[in-house]
């Protein structure tokens, strides 16, 4: 027996009740999961987007998608209607999220569990019941893009928060220490230290409210009365009531490449920035 | 990098929620299960336990949404179930297209015994020739496809307090009193309110129609002009509506937000007896509440869809025994006595003793089916005097003499019985609906989205897009201005503010 030999059999001997496994071999569920429902899938939508009904190669899905003024029109409204409720989501969470970072109201953590907690109910009865409280306190039915921007708030606020509350508490407090003996003001201190640190976490929490909003058709149709078209309701209706796959596939792709633009321009993909406040 | 392509993914997975689609394959080589799939809520489940106990025979019990989410499980895994509950139009499709076989009426004589032999009739006269499949260029029925479940019809459920039985006597009727302006809806489905598009625009045709035969092809219409006339009619008294729905509506009505509504026949009956406070409980008790407010359904009069829904056997099914067992039991009277009750829907299955006398909680002994549903819930004739009220004639849905079985009831109770049973004038105005071919539907389709989207003017969109650009653009140039102007900070002494303190500033050096 040589030493090498020796050595794997007391290596073996020690790791008999031991499981052992290589860095590859952990990453292999995940990596089965990924491929079986994220990557094929997006194979499939990609064969659909660009085959007819016969399966036929044909651009004419997209063709028929850019060239409606119908369908272009709903894209604008779910891109607006996600723009208002992200900047309002903005200017309503990162107040409460520095107050609850800073202060002591937060001891505990009871108040932001306050926040979070909706999230924990199914959403479509939340909404279902937000919109007859709503109605029966008067608030409900003047304008029904309001409504469905009040709802779209309501449901994705705690996304907002949440990302922020997590870069604003970790933030290092020496930076704003040092902003104000340096001599500069509260807006000063808060526009030239707080919010460039803070920017990750508007950017985490942009992603997660900007891009659902826009197919979140359940809020839209639960607040609009069915009204209100966003891009969700006509990828839906593709799939259901009008049994063309390929139209949907296709508005799903225009709708994959406006996200992944949206991604850029916020920073999102700058991993570095937000390694940790994500959700 | 990888870092990048997980986030993108992560985000992909959220794009999916749509293909939720991929069924798994099984096969059925136990003739001891039978896999049945039906419409959410629309059976009494305390019957399958009761067949299982029977027969020995266990329910793998499924539901469906939509019969378009279930024509998708069936093309994605045909071999998913032995019997499933779809409308007559997607019966049609389904047997065009060979994915389901004829039954056997031989093994069903229970069934053909007690269903209704009007609407055996009609569903007799729907054919078709059939494109693909075991029984391909064959010209045949529906009938001979399905074992008959529910059936009904779509009109106006209205508040009888601010709606004149005028106004919901035709379709267009609501649309011309300013005072319902946004208290209407009708439904987010678009056969549907197809239907009520073309009742609108061929409203003259439509009454001057006397035979079933022209209203049916009037409310068939889908040439190119027909979508187009019907989408401007939509689009015209879409300003009137609440909104559009297809379940929400019989909570608004009974709430007051809106004052009438296009209702399925059954939603119909359960709006009009949770406004006026008599709710049916899970275990068939009422439970007697305050009257809300006063409903009561219409057909109008220029006829309208009538639908039905029944049982059908997907061609690769071979689990025969178990299938005729169970279509048999669910059409027992007595079982479909029970189902009615649940659901609030009326079978085709209308006559038959039943095994055993059923009593009610007032004591009433019911031997057939007839004597449950009419004598036990909508006789009134004792309460009422004489020469008030309406006598309805229901022979026509036995196949039996004109006057044979009549039933008498106030002219408050009148909407609510037609609901569930209507006349013989008011079945004969209206109409199966064939299924829309691929080409239909995407002309259908574009109509469709046009009512319910908005569409703006294209410099509008022009516009907004260049306006979007530009915020796009200008985030991330605001991101990078350090790497795109190649600011240098330097610091300079200024005077101190305090005393004490050295103030540095720190400025640009361009």
């Not at chain 1, 839906?236 to 633009?261: H, K, R, Y």
């Not at chain 2, 601010?162 to 809806?185: C, D, H, M, R």
């Not at chain 2, 407010?293 to 025969?320: A, C, H, K, T």
């Not at chain 2, 691929?438 to 002309?443: A, G, H, I, Q, R």
């Amino acid at each position: 027996m040589t030493e090498k030999d020796f050595i794997q059999e007391k290596a073996m001997r020690n790791n008999k009740f031991r499981l052992s496994f290589s860095r590859k071999q952990l990453c292999l569920p995940y990596g089965v999961f990924l491929a079986l429902f994220v990557v094929l899938p997006l194979l499939l939508i990609v064969f659909y987007s660009f085959t007819d009904k016969d399966g036929g190669f044909s651009f004419n899905n997209f063709i028929r998608f850019f060239s409606s003024a119908t369908t272009l029109t709903t894209v604008i409204i779910s891109v607006l209607i996600a723009l208002a409720t992200t900047i309002i989501c903005i200017l309503l969470a990162y107040p409460v999220a520095y107050i609850l970072a800073r202060s002591n109201l937060n001891r505990g953590g009871t108040l932001l569990l306050l926040f979070i907690m909706p999230m924990w109910i199914n959403f479509v009865l939340r909404a279902m019941a937000m919109k007859d409280l709503l109605t029966i306190i008067g608030v409900f039915g003047f304008n029904n893009y309001v409504n469905v921007i009040i709802g779209m708030v309501y449901d994705y606020l705690p996304f907002m928060v949440l990302p922020l509350y997590t870069v604003l508490s970790k933030m290092d407090k020496s930076y704003v220490e040092a902003s104000k003996d340096l001599g500069a003001n509260a807006f000063h201190t808060f526009t030239k230290a707080t919010l460039p640190l803070s920017m990750s976490g508007i950017a985490s929490g942009v992603t997660m409210v900007f891009m659902p909003t826009m197919t979140c058709y359940v809020i839209s149709d639960t607040f609009g009365n069915g009204l209100i078209t966003i891009i969700g309701k006509l990828i839906d209706e593709q799939f259901t009531t009008f049994q063309n796959w390929n139209l949907g596939s296709a508005m799903a792709m225009v709708l994959l490449v406006i996200m992944l633009v949206s991604m850029w321009v916020t920073g999102a993909f700058k991993s570095e920035d937000t390694r940790g406040n994500n959700l | 990098m990888i870092k990048r392509l997980f986030s993108l993914l992560l985000v992909l997975v959220m794009l999916l929620p749509t293909f939720s689609a991929f069924g798994c394959t099984k096969t059925n080589g136990n003739t001891n299960v039978i896999r049945v799939c039906n419409c959410e809520d629309y059976i009494d489940e305390g019957l399958l336990l009761e067949f299982e106990q029977e027969t020995g025979i266990t329910v793998e019990y499924s539901t469906y949404g939509t019969n378009e989410n279930l024509y998708n499980e069936l093309v994605i895994n045909p071999n998913s179930y032995d019997l499933v509950v779809p409308s007559e139009y997607m019966i049609e499709k389904l047997a065009e297209e060979g994915r389901i076989q004829k039954l056997d009426f031989t093994k069903l004589s229970g069934y053909k015994a007690n269903v209704s032999p009007y609407i055996q009739n009609r569903l007799d006269n729907l054919k078709f020739t059939v494109k693909d499949g075991e029984y391909v260029g064959e010209e045949v029925a529906l009938s001979e496809f399905m074992v008959g479940y529910m059936w009904g019809t779509m009109g106006w459920v209205y508040n009888t307090e601010y709606v004149t039985k005028e106004e919901v006597s035709s379709w267009g009727g609501v649309f011309e009193n300013p005072a319902l302006s946004k208290k209407i809806t009708i439904k987010d489905a678009v056969r549907d309110s197809f239907l009520v598009g073309l009742a609108l625009v061929y409203k003259q045709d439509l009454i001057n129609a006397s035979d079933n035969a022209t209203i049916t092809e009037i409310l068939n219409r889908t040439q190119q002009i027909d979508v187009d006339r019907v989408g401007e009619k939509l689009s015209s008294i879409k300003p009137m509506l609440y909104g559009f729905e297809v379940d929400s509506g019989k909570n608004d009505i009974v709430l007051g937000n809106i004052n009438a509504y296009v209702a399925w026949s059954g939603d119909a009956a359960y709006a009009i007896d949770v406004a006026a406070g008599e709710v049916e409980d899970d275990d068939g008790t009422y439970l007697e509440g305050d009257s809300i407010r006063d409903l009561s359904y219409s057909i109008p009069q220029e006829g309208s869809n009538i639908w039905f829904d029944g049982f059908v056997m997907p061609s690769s099914s071979r689990n025969y025994d178990a299938v005729y067992k169970f279509l048999e039991f669910i059409s027992r009277p007595e079982n479909v006595y029970r189902n009615m009750n649940y659901t609030g829907y009326t079978s085709m299955v209308v006559g038959g003793d039943f095994a055993e006398p059923i009593i009610d909680e007032d004591g009433n002994t019911f031997n057939n089916l007839y004597d449950a549903v009419f004598l036990g819930w909508f006789d009134e004739s004792e309460d009422l005097e004489v020469g008030e009220g309406k006598t309805v004639d229901f022979s026509y849905l036995f196949g039996v003499p004109a006057n044979t079985y009549t039933v008498t009831v106030s002219e408050e109770s009148y909407g609510r019985l037609i609901a569930q049973y209507p006349t013989e004038d008011i079945v004969a105005r209206c109409a199966i609906m064939n299924n829309f071919d691929s080409d239909t539907l995407m002309v259908i389709n574009d109509m469709w989205e046009k009512v319910k989207g908005e569409t703006f003017d294209l410099w509008l969109i022009i516009l907004i897009v260049a306006l979007v650009v530009l915020l796009a653009i200008a985030i991330v140039v605001l991101r990078n201005k350090d790497k795109i102007f190649k600011t240098e900070f330097i610091a300079v002494q200024t005077k101190p503010r305090k005393k004490g303190y050295k103030v540095v500033k720190i400025e640009e050096l361009s």
